[in-house]
């Protein structure tokens, strides 16, 4: 299956990365498309991250097509 | 209920205006209307700020204002509401953010506008990346609590 | 700090405005207003109502308003208040009242601009008397608590 | 003494009144002066009464050329 992965802001600036794609075999949690993109980084504890734009746990598990995002805490408004 | 990001610069009163307007009679029905606009102050941290950049990640964005509009809109008597939000590059005393409730009842208007604000604030996907009078550039790392001060 | 208790209908949105150009250079100081309006409904208590008499005891009214306005400005890290206030005839739609509180944090805006239309609404001598659509006319026996509702 | 009492509102149409001077000899107390200008009607409970244009307690004394105001609740806003 294929998933996207992308990062905003301080984040993408951290990892070097604005977007990616996988493309693996295994079922896949969001915490392990962090650990392929980002070459076994820790994920920060702070960070935040979404699936197809909802919110969502590091447990959760990607269907083909998802687009995941991992982002810094918010700072709009 | 209308939701904006724009990275067009907003007149929050002339908008407030115009989507009055639209509503039309159902003017007659509120009795309430309360709102809140922030603007961008010239110093932050201590610093002074000379320019930012409002990143966004669309339309997650816009999708989770709108889902906390109709959360808004399910647990009050609230008649519409209204969250512009500006993106891209900003300056100084430029207008961010505007949100208004309008309600029949003055409570109501205030803990809806209240919510929309803090829902905002701290989960709807935006970041400032500041540029000081220095050179420096920096992103902002978290909002302040909404507490009074 | 400015209050003002008019007999002439008055645009809330276009006031902030010319109070804001007013407060020229402060307008960097500050990051966040809290606006309150409050507009006359075509209806109260079950009945269509026509048009309304807003009556006051001037200048115990301007001085109570000043009052409040200074604590607001006292008790929070407030920059600046607003406050106008229609008096005499007044038709449905009409806007009766505007209070405005500029600060650094939207904490300190929200709660001062609420602890001044509750203020306002539970002690600043005003009377309403109206007129129903049947002829009727009838003094406003007291105004609804400000819980959401 | 000389005291101005006046009344507003729905009161101003209960006693009929909206001004009255009271000139007295001697010191006269809020609840007082309402007794004599509205020949010996009970005070309602929920009127509310300033001097000088500052809330008061029934029992404030008033002083010479007191301008003494009674009201209904206030439903401005």
């Known amino acids: 299956m294929t998933v996207t992965v992308k990062f905003f802001a301080s984040l993408r600036e951290k990892v070097g990365i604005g977007s990616v794609q996988l493309n693996v075999n295994v079922p896949l949690t969001v915490a392990q498309a962090w650990s392929q993109a980002c070459d076994e980084l820790p994920l920060p504890s702070h960070v935040l991250m979404a699936v197809n734009m909802e919110y969502v746990e590091p447990s959760t598990v990607l269907h083909d097509g998802d687009e995941v995002a991992f982002f810094p805490p918010v700072t709009g408004g | ?149």
Chains 1, 4 share one sequence.
């Open chain 2, 1 to 149: 209920m209308k939701v904006v990001v724009t990275t067009e610069p907003f007149n929050p009163w002339e908008q407030i205006q115009v989507y009055e307007q639209q509503l039309g009679s159902q003017a007659l029905q509120w009795g309430a209307v309360t709102t809140f606009v922030g603007t961008m102050r010239d110093f932050n941290e201590g610093d002074d700020v000379q320019a930012m950049f409002l990143e966004h990640y669309s339309p997650m964005t816009e999708n989770y204002l709108q889902k906390i509009s109709q959360t808004a809109m399910q647990r009050w008597d609230i008649l519409d509401t209204l969250i512009i939000h500006r993106v891209g590059e900003i300056c100084p005393q430029d207008n961010i953010v505007l949100v208004a409730a309008w309600a029949a009842h003055r409570g109501t208007a205030f803990e809806a506008s209240r919510y929309l604000i803090e829902e905002l604030k701290h989960h709807a996907p935006f970041w400032k990346h500041e540029t000081l009078k220095n050179g420096e550039k920096r992103w902002v790392a978290a909002n302040t609590s909404g507490d009074a001060q």
